[in-house]
């Protein structure tokens, strides 16, 4: 197509321009949102020639369709009363959006004019005053109907069903603009009371790690409604709610930045990360994160993380990690490169290339590990190796040759026919490989819940102490 590409992670594939296109249309029918997601689109507009001939597997053009994706599924039309319990968590997401189009801007040699690249930052508390104008004004009648139409509640609460009957006569008396502003302040004033966020066990939001889930209502017959936030490591994942019991929730109770950042999702999670080694530059390493810490005062978080031969607290910075299967980490194609010598986008890059040629994505799957990485010119690993895994069921670290974990991906999970005399183990997890360690020691038996959630927010007993001019991420 000249001039234009396919967008294939969107159903029938549509052109690029049609999508940008149709999120402008959403955005005019949705007018709470379009002072945020408008300048968002017009930039994307703008990088398009930029991005429009380079390869389907560049990894700016990546970048550009991942962002474009991300936008599309934010303009996704929704009832007005979920957008507006949702109006924080929309503009968080638009906000880091637009930083990571900054960063793309700087990839194509865009960011000259550093001053129009950054207009947004200075436009953003204007458009987020405008945001909530329009939802004060589209909170009249029609919000009061979705209310009563999507929801039973205001018969399940002593004087609710009042409250809407005293608003039904203000609204047909000189008392409307009041009435108008009525339901947004008594809705946010519920939601401020109700809403709850926690850090939930892996299998509880239909995650194979730890997720944050989002309570809007009080408990019916012991069990919450729990909605999956999306942050962290499940940021690009659909909706998912489930029903659990008070017990399950709460002891586990988490702040809203806390949840927003996502810092908990990562632990359990192999990692690509950025760290400053002693007496190195800045360099890509690989690990496993244990636990970690926040704090609310300061927006801020740490991970801790297990490399071969020590846990260390790292800054957390969604910018400069990935997420990894097991068998890219495994694989460790950037392990000890410099950061300035291959930049996070590089880097991301490259482990998808390196996954994909691995599992047969788009190509013959490669078990060799030699050709792999020999052919991004990046290298090579000993796969006698250990490295450590995180055994999330028991909640310990354990030291696995890089061979075990590249053939149980191969050739159990993958089905691949092995070649004569490789072992084809049938469990990640064996018998702990090495001396034990601090991480490698399982938990004692009898620790409960409280004790492990504990654990999992501070390892500090674990950690090797580190100048703090040595190691920040």
């Not at 994706?69 to 109006?87: D, F, G, H, Q, S």
């Not at 436009?123 to 139409?149: P, V």
Request: aromatic letters at 8%.
């Amino acid at each position: 197509m000249d001039g234009d590409f396919v967008v294939t992670r969107i159903a029938k594939k549509p052109p690029c321009r049609s999508v940008l296109g149709a999120i402008r249309g959403r955005c005019k029918s949705m007018p709470d949102i379009e002072p945020l997601c408008l300048p968002a689109v017009e930039r994307l507009e703008h990088l398009h020639p930029d991005v429009v001939h380079r390869s389907v597997e560049d990894p700016l053009r990546v970048q550009y369709v991942e962002m474009l994706v991300r936008l599309w599924k934010i303009t996704y039309m929704r009832p007005l009363l979920v957008r507006l319990a949702k109006c924080d968590t929309i503009a968080q997401m638009i906000g880091t959006l637009q930083v990571d189009i900054d960063g793309l801007g700087r990839g194509l040699g865009c960011g000259d004019d550093e001053e129009e690249m950054t207009k947004w930052r200075d436009e953003w508390k204007n458009s987020r005053a405008q945001q909530f104008s329009f939802l004060e004004r589209l909170t009249s009648r029609k919000l009061i109907c979705e209310i009563k139409m999507r929801t039973g509640w205001w018969y399940n609460r002593p004087g609710q069903f009042s409250f809407f009957s005293a608003l039904d006569s203000l609204q047909a008396s000189t008392h409307a603009p009041l009435c108008r502003t009525l339901p947004l302040h008594f809705y946010a004033s519920s939601m401020a009371i109700s809403t709850v966020y926690v850090l939930l066990k892996p299998g509880s939001l239909d995650t194979d790690g730890y997720a944050y889930g989002k309570i809007c209502s009080a408990a019916q017959r012991g069990k919450y409604d729990v909605e999956r936030f999306s942050s962290g490591r499940w940021a690009e994942t659909g909706e998912f709610s489930s029903h659990l019991s008070a017990a399950q929730v709460d002891p586990r109770r988490v702040s809203e930045d806390e949840a927003l950042s996502g810092i908990g999702t990562y632990v359990g999670s192999a990692l690509c990360i950025a760290r400053v080694p002693r007496g190195r530059p800045k360099v890509w390493d690989y690990g496993m994160v244990v636990g970690y810490s926040w704090k609310e005062d300061e927006k801020s978080g740490i991970l801790q993380v297990t490399f071969e031969d020590k846990t260390c607290e790292i800054p957390y910075g969604r910018e400069e990690l990935q997420d990894l299967a097991i068998e890219t980490y495994a694989l460790r194609p950037c392990i000890m490169r410099s950061v300035a010598d291959v930049m996070p986008t590089e880097m991301r890059s490259i482990h998808n290339m390196v996954h994909d040629h691995f599992n047969g994505i788009g190509q013959s799957a490669r078990r060799n590990s030699t050709i792999i990485l020999r052919k991004l010119k990046m290298n090579q690993v000993d796969e006698a190796q250990l490295v450590p895994v995180f055994n999330i069921e028991n909640t310990r670290v354990e030291y696995l040759p890089i061979e075990h974990i590249l053939n149980f991906v191969s050739y159990f999970q993958g089905k691949r026919r092995a070649p004569q005399g490789a072992s084809v183990p049938t469990a990640l997890f064996t018998e702990p490989v090495g001396p034990p360690t601090a991480e490698s020691t399982p938990l004692q038996s009898g620790s409960n819940d409280t004790a492990i959630l504990q654990q999992l927010y501070d390892s500090d007993d674990d950690l090797v102490p580190i100048d703090s001019t040595q190691e920040e991420a």
